[in-house]
């Protein structure tokens, strides 16, 4: 089993959608919680940052953590054809310096 | 691209020559990474390093070595490409500037490497 799990997709909706972009995850000891985003051959791209459980909002964009069921979601109001890419979800503890990514979603939104 | 830059971009070379990937960061951030992206599996480390000389292996390690003798430059090399060594390879940089801890991490342009 995979530390982070998120589904590959593709998740196709239109424009003006509320998307929920989801991932799971098994290590308990997981306290930093990151979303990217990834434009066909391009890198990733920070999106969003969390510690521990909550919600954090940037524009458009919320992200919100669920520690007691291992739970992390990305929702992005308003979806814009520009909001097509590939989104990666990742993870890491405390005491290390390796980041766990999930294998990316990949979403296309429709005009 | 948070100041990094990653070169060659692209590459073709032969199974068995030796290949060095370059990453140069202007932002000062201690650590430094190389990942590989491939279909399926997602971003994976290779090996990272959290200041000069200080290197740590990383999940797939193996038939790669890196080398990092100034701040802003960590270099990967790939001793003996094999077809299976065939990947996206992506640096990034994190860690923060000074000595406080910063988690989140940057990520460069990739480099396409095609081991035929």
């Known amino acids: 089993q995979k530390e982070v799990e998120q589904d590959p997709g593709p998740l196709s909706v239109p424009e003006g959608a509320i998307v929920s972009l989801n991932c799971t995850y098994s290590?308990?000891?997981?306290?930093?919680f990151m979303w990217y985003r990834q434009y066909s051959r391009k890198g990733p791209e920070l999106l969003m940052y969390?510690?521990?459980?909550g919600n954090k909002e940037d524009g458009r964009f919320t992200a919100q953590v669920d520690k007691s069921s291992k739970y992390i979601s990305l929702f992005i109001r308003d979806s814009q054809p520009s909001d097509s890419a590939t989104y990666l979800c990742?993870?890491?503890?405390?005491?290390?310096?390796?980041?766990?990514f999930g294998t990316g979603t990949r979403l296309q939104v429709f005009p | 691209d948070a100041g990094i830059t990653q070169s060659p971009r692209h590459k073709v070379t032969e199974t068995g020559t030796p290949v060095t990937l370059r990453c140069h960061q202007t932002?000062?951030?201690?650590?430094m990474y190389w990942y590989r992206q491939d279909p399926g599996h997602g971003l994976r480390l290779i090996h990272y390093?959290?200041?000069?000389?200080?290197?740590d292996k990383g999940e797939v390690s193996d038939g790669y070595s890196v080398s990092r003798s100034k701040t802003e430059d960590f270099l990967l090399t790939l001793e003996s490409a094999t077809s299976s060594q065939t990947s996206v390879y992506f640096c990034?940089?994190?860690?923060?500037?000074?000595?406080?801890?910063?988690?989140?991490?940057?990520f460069g342009p990739g480099t396409r490497l095609t081991v035929t």
């Open positions: 990742a993870s890491l503890s405390y005491n290390t310096d390796k980041l766990i």
């Open positions: 290590n308990s000891a997981f306290q930093y």
């Open positions: 969390t510690y521990s459980s």
């Open positions: 932002e000062n951030h201690r650590y």
């Open positions: 390093s959290y200041g000069v000389k200080d290197t």
């Open positions: 990034a940089i994190g860690g923060g500037r000074t000595s406080g801890r910063s988690r989140e991490q940057y």
